[in-house]
């Protein structure tokens, strides 16, 4: 007959038994059955049964005993007589017998129905085979099991051991109602400093100090370093809490209903009598003073709620939790970690202060870890720089990064970062699995994607330097039917997914001074995503419609770059000129995208010119034509023309532009389209008046101002008009070039262009004063300041105005005009410039004073490296702040409603949409006011104020 044991009538490792004592003979030790494959796991056998015996128990293996029955019949009869089963598994499922439906490993768990169960995971595991996951799948959903993982054989061995004393401890005493007091998990003791994150820890301890708050989420992407800054929070916060600080990783865990279970253990709370897990872990929190921190908790989202249950039930309860999305529950603080500060190569500092800027502090840290000697250096500064730049300031790739350095200098592994993932390896071997790789650690965040998001996730992964939400639906949306009504509800999912990702930390929201949300993917992320995009097979079908897309936007930008609204025009094409060049790199090489590339191209010309990029326009242009046949007649090849005579002309290539001119006219004058025939006359005017060649200027000129005319272009008109006027300025007809040029600023100013009626005024001035009339000019000269504060981004005019300084004084030879030019450039762009820059124009300004025109060289001074590009992109941010101008709804409101924002509304009405906005403007900004209205966070004062100056200024579009 068997012995009976008390541990046999219990189902659950944290269950009391009520039974009385029994009365046992030594031999009667409890025993402890060990299943597991033999082979594979024979280490982890020897390690489970030291465990055991260390314990003075018994320990019970298929392999100590004699074997004169067979297998099946032996592990039954041991199973049956053993009190506690253990659970080893790692790879193999084992051996499935003749007559059996399962193998022996499997068998071994069914018949241990009715035991406390201690479950031991292996990792990791990349050959586990289908059927093992399907029982460690089952084991995990039936929850009657303790399980954990492990790594190597003395880890588990302390796992069992730990695991058993605690069983043993919870089956044969008396727990008393409330637990006794518990040594709480310490917090992690980190290797090393933390780095920088001043604004982010102090914003969390202000958060967890105050009584109102009781859950704080420090979200961010995988390996940015929310674990690290949450662990040193909770350290600083450590005297604040009478019962202490503890630190629970939820990292191992996937079933959101084991969160009680891991968080109960961790606290040495345990199941008592008719009480659940539930009831006992709340009531041993409900009188505490405690805070604690759970790591990871992104892949169990779903148990959010608890955290809420939680907090509402134990008053002095506080969450400090990492994950790399929102708990979404009432009443969260979120606390975004972002990525470390980067330097600007632009404007390298000094050795002693570029290693003070975080990302290359950690960067250069890591390093003397992998290599003691390593110091920055002059010679290896730059490379430093760009390795930080192209990790993003991620904190872990740089880690991994440095790391590297124990076999590579700065500058060689700058070289191999061109494929980031496969490099950034080698994670310290005591770091979770996920975080040994970058790739491994991006690879957890897109695991817990659903299938919806991580589609959208890898198609995102086309876009360069950032995309709008109208982009990802023209783009993203591959399975849609464009039918009105499914369009409309595949919008609405798309948006929903991309407000997932933006949650997840997959995507990032980017500051941006246009009208239209704007998104963007770290380097290191978009990498992983590109990845996926090809092995999926989408890549080509998702790359086509991305350049169809930024075909459609030059084509519909490109008129309007001759039009009064061109500097928005332009700074919205900038803001796409990352992914303009990807659409036209695509189309170069594609037998499909021949005449794509040529439409984007001729559709860009313009854009080059006003951005001041000649040469690489050009260079797209050429490139695009070299493909066509020369007796192509097409428009596209026509326009493409056009812009490679252009750019020609701008450079001073009178040779190269000609021809092309010339057959560009000729073409288009087949098409009928007396707005484009217009604009070639204009640019084959050009280059013959660069020519000297002024009748035929002239006439071509003339020719092109009548087509305007006629075609209704009053924009294009002025235009044609000044340069007439300059055409008889350099013939010396000075009283036919002021008729022109008055006329050309009239039309200018009631089309309310400011820049190109500040060009034509300064025109003015220099042929005034060449012709003696002072007073005139003087007049001019005051009238211009003001005209130039008109217009709307008046960094872009600055630049405009230098740039054609450089056309007139180097290509035409005009010194005057040139000098002022410049010197209203330089005046405006003054009073938009820091100190040091001030300082440099004011070198230019003087030097011009003096007739040396050496203006680039002090404004590059100024810029550190100028071109009207890098100038344009880098002020832009700057010079929208310091406008005092009325606020517009493009400009200054539509960006401040964010995507949730915008989501959350939708059912009432858009508030992307400047109509819908405006007839609610009252009601908006009413409930903006009051904090009720449902937004993704509260508004900030300043963003409240902003938008009642928009309602009260009329609300301009």
Excluded at 505 to 512: E, N, P
């Amino acid at each position: 007959m068997e012995t009976e044991h008390p541990l046999q009538t219990a189902s659950q490792p944290t269950v009391v038994s009520t039974m009385p004592a029994v009365i046992r003979t030594p031999d009667q030790r409890v025993r402890v059955f060990v299943s597991s494959t033999l082979d594979e796991l024979a280490p982890e056998r020897v390690a489970a049964r030291e465990a055991i015996t260390q314990l003075r128990l018994t320990p019970v293996l298929f392999e100590l005993g004699a074997r004169p029955y067979p297998p099946r019949e032996l592990y039954r009869a041991y199973l049956a007589q053993s009190d506690i089963f253990i659970g080893l598994y790692w790879q193999r499922y084992g051996w499935v017998a003749p007559a059996m439906q399962v193998s022996g490993l499997e068998d071994e768990y069914q018949l241990s129905s009715g035991k406390p169960k201690l479950i031991y995971i292996k990792t990791p595991a990349t050959e586990r085979e289908p059927r093992l996951h399907g029982l460690l799948d089952r084991i995990r959903t039936e929850d009657t099991a303790s399980y954990q993982k492990f790594a190597t054989p003395k880890e588990l061995r302390e796992r069992i051991a730990n695991d058993l004393a605690q069983l043993l401890t919870e089956r044969f005493s008396s727990t008393p109602k409330t637990p006794v007091a518990f040594r709480l998990p310490a917090l992690p003791v980190p290797r090393s400093r933390l780095i920088d994150r001043e604004q982010e820890r102090a914003q969390a301890q202000a958060l967890l100090q105050r009584e109102d708050v009781g859950l704080v989420t420090l979200t961010g992407p995988g390996g940015v370093g929310k674990t690290r800054v949450a662990v040193q929070v909770a350290a600083d916060l450590v005297p604040q809490f009478t019962d202490g600080v503890a630190f629970i990783s939820l990292a191992s865990l996937k079933d959101p209903t084991l969160v009680v279970p891991t968080v109960a253990r961790a606290l040495g709370v345990s199941q008592t009598g008719d009480d659940s897990l539930d009831e006992r872990l709340l009531e041993y929190l409900q009188p505490r003073d405690v805070l604690l921190v759970i790591d990871n908790a992104e892949q169990l989202i779903s148990a959010a709620p608890l955290a809420a249950q939680y907090l509402e039930l134990a008053p002095r309860l506080k969450l400090l939790v990492t994950s790399r999305e929102p708990l979404r529950v009432s009443d969260e603080q979120i606390v975004p970690i972002p990525p470390l500060e980067l330097p600007d190569p632009a404007h390298l500092p000094d050795l002693e202060h570029l290693v003070q800027i975080p990302a290359v502090t950690l960067f250069v840290e890591r390093a003397r870890e992998a290599r003691p000697d390593f110091a920055l250096s002059s010679e290896n500064a730059a490379p430093i720089v760009e390795i930080c730049q192209r990790l993003d300031g991620l904190p872990l790739a740089l880690e991994l990064a440095a790391a590297r350095l124990s076999l590579l200098t700065p500058t060689a592994l700058l070289q191999r970062l061109e494929r980031r993932l496969p490099l950034l390896t080698r994670g310290a071997r005591d770091l979770p699995e996920r975080q040994q790789t970058l790739r491994n650690t991006i690879a957890w965040s897109f695991d817990l994607l659903g299938t919806g998001e991580q589609q959208l996730f890898r198609r995102l992964a086309v876009f360069v330097g950032g995309f709008t939400l109208e982009a990802v639906l023209a783009v993203c949306a591959l399975d849609t039917a464009r039918i009105s009504s499914s369009v409309q509800a595949d919008d609405g999912v798309v948006l929903e997914q991309l407000a997932q990702l933006l949650d997840k930390s997959l995507v990032q929201a980017q500051q941006d001074t246009g009208g239209e949300p704007r998104f963007t993917m770290l380097e290191t992320i978009r990498e992983y995503a590109q990845d996926q995009l090809v092995a999926s097979g989408e890549a080509t079908a998702v790359q086509e419609r991305h350049t169809h897309y930024f075909l459609r936007l030059a084509e519909e930008a490109e008129p309007h770059l001759f039009r009064p609204e061109w500097d928005i025009w332009l700074e919205r094409l900038e803001r796409e000129d990352a992914n303009l060049r990807v659409a036209l790199a695509w189309s170069k090489p594609n037998k499909d995208g021949i005449e794509i590339g040529l439409r984007l191209a001729g559709a860009l010309y313009m854009y080059w010119f006003l951005l001041g990029s000649l040469h690489e326009g050009l260079t797209w242009l050429e490139e695009m034509l070299a493909q066509t046949r020369s007796s192509e007649r097409s428009v596209a090849r026509g326009r493409a023309l056009l812009g490679a005579g252009m750019l020609a002309w701008a450079e001073g290539d009178y040779e190269a532009a000609s021809p092309r001119a010339e057959e560009s006219l000729s073409i288009v004058r087949e098409s009928g389209d007396k707005q484009l025939i217009g604009w070639a006359e204009s640019q084959l005017g050009l280059v013959r008046m660069g020519q000297r060649n002024s009748a035929a200027a002239r006439s071509l000129f003339e020719e092109s101002r009548m087509l305007f005319k006629d075609f209704g272009d009053v924009w294009s008109e002025a235009f044609a008009l000044c340069l007439l006027g300059s055409v008889a300025y350099n013939s010396g007809d000075p009283a036919e070039a002021r008729v022109h040029y008055e006329e050309s600023l009239r039309l200018f100013q009631g089309q309310g262009d400011a820049l190109f009626a500040s060009f034509v005024l300064s025109a003015l001035e220099v042929m005034l004063s060449t012709q003696g009339d002072q007073e005139t000019a003087r007049s001019l000269e005051q009238q211009l300041q003001p005209l130039m504060q008109q217009a709307r981004n008046r960094g872009a005019l600055v630049l405009f105005l230098i740039n054609m300084g450089d056309i007139w004084l180097h290509r035409w030879g005009d010194k005057q005009q040139a000098k002022v030019l410049y010197r209203g450039g330089l005046s405006l762009w003054q009073g938009l410039q820091g100190v040091e820059q001030r300082i440099c124009i004011g070198k230019a300004q003087a030097r011009l004073a003096e007739n040396q025109f050496c203006v680039t060289r002090h404004l590059a001074e100024a810029m550190a490296s100028f071109s009207y590009s890098s100038s344009y992109r880098r002020e832009r941010s700057m010079i929208m702040t310091t406008q005092e101008s009325t606020p517009s709804f493009a400009r200054d409101i539509q960006p401040l409603f964010r995507m949730r924002d915008r989501l959350s509304m939708r059912w009432a009405f858009d508030l992307g949409n400047y109509q819908d906005v405006s007839t609610h403007a009252q009601a908006i900004l009413e409930r903006l006011s009051s904090g009720t209205m449902p937004c993704d966070g509260k508004w900030s004062d300043e963003q409240i104020a902003q938008f009642r100056r928009w309602v009260e200024a009329g609300m301009p579009a």
